[in-house]
């Protein structure tokens, strides 16, 4: 068998984490036009993630955030993207390293990239998305176009707060694939 010197694999990967990073530069720069939004599934434990204690013990392994109505200073360089978002009616700031995030959808068009653990692995192609999946209480939402204030925002309908029942659920894109 022959050796791929080449690692195609790796560059396919590398390609695929580019549109990652092109999609949300646009949203950065132009806001989330019309119904388009993003289900980013991160890897909290990789070096270079950024978030709040709590939440890695909450999630020690894998993290979903939405980006669509509460979100605020969407920045992306070129390895790694922040944002803020509200979690508890309290805004954190949390940054991402491309080489963490383990899937990216946007199920507005029903597109989906769902990234191997670990390093050296390949990338799954895209993948439509069946049916978008419900947001999770812990996570939290982005405005496209005017940015309110992150108090102000949770009031309008964004995160659910304590008295809420419901638990929190990290959603998988594999639930959502066709067999």
Do not use: C
Not at 113 to 133: C, H, K, M, N, Y
């Amino acid at each position: 068998m022959t050796r791929d010197l080449f690692r195609y694999d790796k560059m396919v990967e590398t390609a695929l984490r580019g549109v990652v990073r092109e999609a949300l530069s646009r949203a950065s720069q132009h806001g989330l036009p019309g119904t388009h939004h993003f289900y980013v599934t991160f890897r909290t434990g990789h070096p270079g993630v950024g978030v709040p204690e709590y939440l890695r013990t909450k999630y020690p392994q894998e993290m979903t955030i939405v980006l669509e109505h509460q979100f605020w200073e969407l920045s992306v360089a070129e390895d790694a993207f922040a944002v803020t978002l509200s979690f508890q009616n309290r805004p954190e700031r949390i940054t991402v390293p491309f080489v963490a995030i383990t899937a990216f959808a946007d199920p507005s068009v029903k597109f989906g990239l769902q990234f191997q653990d670990g390093a050296g692995e390949t990338a799954r192609p895209a993948v439509p998305l069946a049916e978008p999946p419900a947001a999770s209480p812990e996570t939290a939402a982005a405005p496209a176009k005017p940015q309110a204030e992150p108090g102000e925002a949770d009031r309008k309908g964004g995160e659910k707060g304590e008295g809420d029942k419901k638990p929190a659920e990290i959603v998988t894109l594999d639930a959502f694939r066709k067999k």
